[in-house]
């Protein structure tokens, strides 16, 4: 019996043991828990209400201000770098200048070398528009059209389209004969040589000419490419080359089969050349053998085409 009791004695000292051990561990989890909780907060407060007093505190005036303050900070910094980079740095300076034109009116070098000198200017103060219009003026016998491009960061392309190259003038004088290329308003664009693809123009006159310019004003020099031109797309014939006899202000030209063609240049050019074609049926002009067709003559019967056989 004594035996028998101690056993039991003991039992209950352990179970006793354990209980008082697993009220510290709770105990101890409690007061761990309520340490990570902000001071003078309820240890049982819920976590809705704890992230509601984090975000109150976030938007604290204190907080705002800060906030701002970096906000400043960030987009002065900003705004400096690209100031730097507009004014200072040479990111947006002009490195590079090309030129595309059609035509050879104006030589390479020449409108090369005028906008070289953008180099070293900022690409975003080059105003277009202006520089269109000064190359426009300064090539204003050569150019017809250009465009200004920019490329960024550091590039300026022009695209130049040029009057076009119209006729081969061949000046003959007492001493000596020249030849040029005038372009369509009558400028000379080349010297000293001939296209094979365009007609050459004949003018006998006592003075050479000297260096680029307007050889014939365009108020004579369009009616002689008209009468060409028309005379052509009427026809179909080529014309190899004319004389213009500026002092009888007439324009002979000989076509590819052989034979002149006398025109007005102060009467009605289309009127001239359509009077031809009504003649047709009677003067078979691709396969009669002739040495000239006369169309100035005006008057009564201004359908008569003056003509003469070989």
Do not use: C
């Not at 094979?196 to 000419?209: D, G, M, S, V």
């Not at 031109?229 to 080529?238: A, I, M, Q, W, Y």
């Not at 014309?239 to 063609?261: D, H, M, P």
């Amino acid at each position: 019996m004594f035996f028998r009791k101690k056993n039991q004695e003991e039992k209950s000292l352990h179970s006793n043991l354990r209980r008082r051990f697993h009220h510290l561990l709770i105990a101890k989890r409690k007061s761990s828990a309520s340490e990570t909780l902000p001071k003078g907060l309820p240890k049982n407060i819920s976590g809705r209400r704890h992230i509601k007093s984090i975000w109150s505190r976030l938007n604290s005036p204190q907080l705002k201000q800060i906030r701002g303050l970096a906000s400043f900070i960030i987009i002065g910094g900003i705004l400096i770098g690209v100031f730097y980079i507009i004014f200072f740095s040479p990111f947006f300076t002009i490195t590079k200048v090309t030129v595309e034109k059609n035509g050879n009116a104006v030589p390479e070098t020449a409108i090369t070398a005028f906008l070289e000198r953008l180099k070293g200017r900022n690409i975003l103060f080059v105003g277009t528009d202006s520089l269109t219009q000064e190359i426009e003026q300064t090539f204003k016998n050569e150019i017809l059209l250009v465009r200004i491009k920019k490329s960024y960061p550091s590039a300026i392309k022009a695209e130049a389209e040029e009057y076009p190259a119209a006729v081969n003038l061949r000046v003959i004088t007492a001493d000596k004969t020249q030849k040029f290329v005038l372009n369509q308003i009558g400028y000379s664009i080349l010297e000293n040589t001939e296209l094979k693809n365009l007609p050459t123009l004949i003018w006998r006159t006592n003075k050479p000419f000297t260096g680029k310019s307007i050889m014939i004003k365009q108020e004579k020099f369009t009616p002689i490419l008209e009468a060409m031109k028309r005379f052509t797309e009427v026809f179909g014939l080529k014309i190899a080359e004319g004389e213009w006899k500026s002092s009888e202000r007439e324009l002979r030209f000989k076509t590819e089969k052989n034979f002149e063609v006398w025109i007005d240049l102060t009467a009605d050019i289309n009127g001239q050349i359509l009077k031809l074609k009504k003649a047709l049926p009677k003067l078979d002009i691709y396969n009669t053998p002739l040495e000239y067709i006369d169309l100035r003559i005006a008057g009564g019967d201004s359908e008569k085409v003056i003509y003469k056989k070989r």
